[in-house]
């Protein structure tokens, strides 16, 4: 049988192997943003312990833990772009400093909200992640990708 016939095993494979890559972004996306969820709540939870106002402490851990995600997500999630060629470092890391600027405002006065109306500043803080998880994985992939 020709590899390159329609239909062939070969080709199927192609197929198969790069809708895998799609879903191994999205799983590394998932791994990095978990491990940025545990360092943030380990931030949130260290600064209010210290006396930090909640909103003070949840805008601090959100700022570090940014600048992780981003290191994170640029080595290991969107690394491999299948030959397209990525945007010098610098621009990356400003589009994703820049497209990160709605859900972070999002996240904070969502968190303002919540705890506002008695909600625990750890529940809150889980559920303003949850918020905004799809909108930043849909803003990523096109950072990553763009030239």
Not at 6 to 11: A, T, V, W
Not at 12 to 26: A, D, G, Q, V
């Amino acid at each position: 049988m020709d590899a390159n016939l329609p239909g062939s095993p070969i080709l199927k494979w192609i197929k198969l192997f790069e809708e895998k890559m799609y879903t191994s972004k999205l799983f590394s996306f998932a791994v990095v943003g978990s491990s940025m969820m545990l360092l943030g709540a380990a931030i949130l939870f260290v600064l209010v312990n210290l006396g930090f106002p909640k909103e003070l402490a949840n805008a601090v851990q959100l700022f570090i833990t940014l600048q992780c995600n981003f290191l994170l997500s640029d080595k290991y999630t969107w690394n491999s772009l299948n030959g397209e060629k990525k945007a010098a470092f610098a621009t990356r890391y400003w589009q994703f400093g820049m497209s990160r600027l709605a859900t972070v405002a999002l996240n904070q006065i969502l968190f303002v909200f919540l705890i506002g109306i008695g909600m625990n500043y750890l529940i809150a803080y889980i559920a303003c992640i949850l918020a905004v998880m799809f909108i930043n994985f849909g803003v990523s992939e096109i950072i990553f990708r763009k030239k």
